[in-house]
Nanobody
Framework: VQLQASGGGLVQAGGSLRLSCAPSGRTFSSNGMGWFRQAPGKEREFVAAINWITGTYYSDSVKGRFTISRDNAKNTMYLQMNSLKPEDTAVYFC?????????????????WGQGTQVTVSS
């Protein structure tokens, strides 16, 4: 099972991008999905997550600028990123979770995408 992340690119500060994440191959069950990012020389960090029952969650650094959503018909998750800042530059990974545990922790996710590069120029 793989997740395909797409939509990254180069954008100027203040611009917008929309990332997409969809499974490839066989389908699988999940109860939530999330986005994480990793900048050069830094640890992977939580960005946003969506739980089918409890709703959406965001890191403080992106709250109010990013919106996570899911299209059930297309089985695709999105991350709309507005008002981008140079510090948002990173490789963005999508992940899916079928068990329990905090959505904020990468350890609780079962499947991961390959990552998509987001670069924000000043």
């Amino acid at each position: 099972v793989q997740l395909q992340a797409s939509g990254g690119g180069l954008v100027q500060a203040g611009g917008s991008l929309r990332l997409s994440c969809a499974p490839s191959g066989r389908t699988f069950s999940s109860n939530g999905m999330g986005w994480f990012r990793q900048a050069p020389g830094k640890e992977r960090e939580f960005v946003a997550a969506i739980n089918w029952i409890t709703g959406t969650y965001y890191s403080d650094s992106v709250k109010g600028r990013f919106t996570i959503s899911r299209d059930n018909a297309k089985n695709t998750m999105y991350l709309q990123m507005n008002s981008l800042k140079p510090e948002d530059t990173a490789v963005y990974f999508c992940a899916s979770r079928s068990g329990s545990g905090s959505l904020y922790s990468s350890r609780n996710y079962n499947y991961w995408g390959q990552g998509t590069q987001v670069t924000v120029s000043s």
